[in-house]
């Protein structure tokens, strides 16, 4: 075999996997877009509970912010996990940013610190049920 079909070859196979990583790339694009309108749609639920006194029992106006309630729900996990004491306050401060950092090295992802998709995946109940 050639050089030039050697190298043509080797093309070819890196087209089909750049084609695989094309379409992983758009699933997990589709299942985001679908997870963020639930999201949405959960979060407008609570919203307008809380701000309706029959269905709440109480006059709380404040609204219920995804990034912040993500947040908080991850703090709740790492602490659980035994990534330190966390204040579940949906805010990523320094000892959350080393708890995550903690967390992704263990479970030998990319090292970011922050809450990123895989990190969350693992962060779910469902996936740590499984660990």
């Known amino acids: 075999m050639?050089?030039?079909e050697q190298l043509q070859s080797q093309v070819s196979k890196l087209r089909s996997e750049a084609d695989l990583l094309t379409q992983a790339r758009d699933l997990a694009q589709a299942?985001?877009?679908?997870?963020?309108?639930?999201?949405?749609?959960?979060?407008s639920h609570l919203n307008k509970s809380g701000n309706d006194v029959s269905t709440t029992g109480s006059i709380n106006t404040s609204t219920v912010d995804a990034q912040h309630l993500v947040t908080a729900?991850?703090?709740?996990t790492l602490t659980k996990l035994g990534y330190g004491s966390l204040k579940t306050d949906?805010?990523?401060?320094?000892?959350?940013?080393?708890?995550?950092?903690?967390?992704?090295r263990a479970n030998k992802l990319?090292?970011?610190?922050?809450?990123?998709?895989?990190?969350?995946?693992?962060?779910?109940?469902?996936?740590?049920?499984?660990?």
């Open 73 to 76: 729900t991850a703090q709740e």
């Open 2 to 4: 050639s050089d030039l």
């Open 110 to 131: 990319y090292v970011t610190g922050e809450l990123d998709a895989p990190t969350l995946r693992l962060l779910t109940p469902g996936k740590l049920a499984s660990q």
């Open 90 to 104: 949906g805010i990523v401060g320094s000892g959350t940013r080393k708890a995550i950092t903690a967390f992704q």
């Open 31 to 43: 299942e985001l877009v679908t997870a963020a309108t639930g999201m949405k749609d959960l979060l």
